[in-house]
C-alpha cells in the first residue's frame, strides 16, 4: 500500500510584494536566528526591529526561533529594516552525543528530513512526520555523532513511540526544526583530524554526514518499509 507525504508548514517561500515607494517595499520572508526584547537577528547577523507580531505570538524572550515575517525596508541605503511577525516555531535543540561508531541504520521511528543547512553555529533540520491524531504521544528527538579522520557522521533519532502513517489509525502530518550545535562536534573532530594544530583555523572545515531513517518511496508515494537515508555537506565555521 501507498501513501503520500504532504509538508505544506515547511514549504519555505519568498513572495515579493509590489515596491510601494522608491525608499519602501514590503515582502514576506523567512529565516533562522535569535529573538530578543522584540529584535530578530537573523543567522546572517542581520538585526531587524520587530514592530509588530501576530496574536499570541511572543517576541521579547530571548531563544532561537524560525520566522516568517514580512519585511518593510525604509531608507534601505541606511540598512534600517523593521518586520511584522507573521509566524514563530521554536525548533527543538538537540546536543548531540558521541559514540564510538556510527550505526549502519539510525534507531527510532521514522522521520523525513526535508531541509537542511548550516547557520548559527547549528545543523538545522526541517522534519516531518506522522502523529496519530487522536493522541498525544511525546514526540522526541535526540542525536549522536561519530568522528572519522576526515568524516563526521550525525544521525538524528525521533522517539515516536510506534507511531508512523502505518501504524495509526488516524495519521497526521507534523513539521517541525531541530538544531543540532556544533561546537563540541567540530572541536572533537579537529582533536582526531589535527591534533597538533597544523592546520590554520581559516582553513578548517568539516565534511559532515547526517543520517535518518525514512519510508521507501515509489516516486512520490510512500512504502511501508523503513530504511536508511543520509545526506552530505561540508561546514565552515564562523568567526
Known amino acids: 500500500m501507498k501513501r503520500y507525504l504532504l509538508l505544506i508548514i515547511l514549504s519555505v517561500l519568498a513572495l515579493v510584494s509590489c515596491k510601494k515607494q522608491e525608499?519602501?517595499?514590503?515582502l514576506k520572508d523567512v529565516a533562522m536566528g535569535i529573538v530578543d526584547n522584540s529584535v530578530f537577528t537573523t543567522d546572517a547577523g542581520v538585526k531587524m526591529t520587530i514592530v509588530s507580531a501576530a496574536d499570541g505570538i511572543d517576541v521579547t524572550s530571548k531563544r532561537r526561533a524560525f520566522v516568517s515575517f514580512t519585511l518593510t525596508v525604509r531608507e534601505s541605503h541606511n540598512y534600517a529594516y523593521e518586520i511584522t511577525v507573521d509566524n514563530l516555531m521554536e525548533p527543538a535543540i538537540v546536543e548531540p552525543v558521541r559514540v564510538e561508531?556510527?550505526?549502519?541504520?539510525p534507531q527510532g521511528d521514522p522521520a523525513e528530513i526535508v531541509q537542511c543547512w548550516f547557520g548559527?553555529?547549528?545543523?538545522?533540520?526541517?522534519v516531518g512526520y506522522y502523529i496519530d491524531s487522536d493522541k498525544t504521544t511525546p514526540q522526541t528527538f535526540t542525536a549522536s555523532y561519530s568522528i572519522a579522520?576526515?568524516?563526521t557522521t550525525l544521525s538524528l533519532r525521533?522517539?515516536?513511540?510506534g507511531e508512523d502513517y502505518f501504524s495509526v489509525t488516524q495519521p497526521k502530518a507534523i513539521g517541525t526544526y531541530v538544531c543540532i550545535p556544533l561546537q563540541t562536534v567540530w572541536t572533537d573532530y579537529?582533536?582526531?583530524?589535527?591534533?597538533?594544530?597544523?592546520?590554520?583555523?581559516?582553513?578548517?572545515?568539516?565534511?559532515?554526514n547526517l543520517d535518518w531513517m525514512w519510508h521507501a518511496k515509489d516516486g512520490n508515494d510512500l512504502l511501508e518499509a523503513v530504511i536508511?537515508?543520509?545526506?552530505?555537506g561540508t561546514y565552515y565555521k564562523a568567526d
Not at 101 to 105: D, H, I, Y
Open 23 to 26: 525608499d519602501q517595499y514590503s
Open 101 to 105: 561508531n556510527a550505526t549502519e541504520s
Open 120 to 126: 548559527g553555529g547549528y545543523l538545522n533540520i526541517g
Open 149 to 151: 579522520e576526515n568524516l
Open 158 to 161: 525521533r522517539d515516536g513511540q
Open 190 to 208: 579537529f582533536s582526531v583530524k589535527d591534533p597538533d594544530n597544523a592546520i590554520q583555523p581559516e582553513h578548517r572545515s568539516m565534511p559532515v
Open 228 to 232: 536508511h537515508y543520509n545526506s552530505q
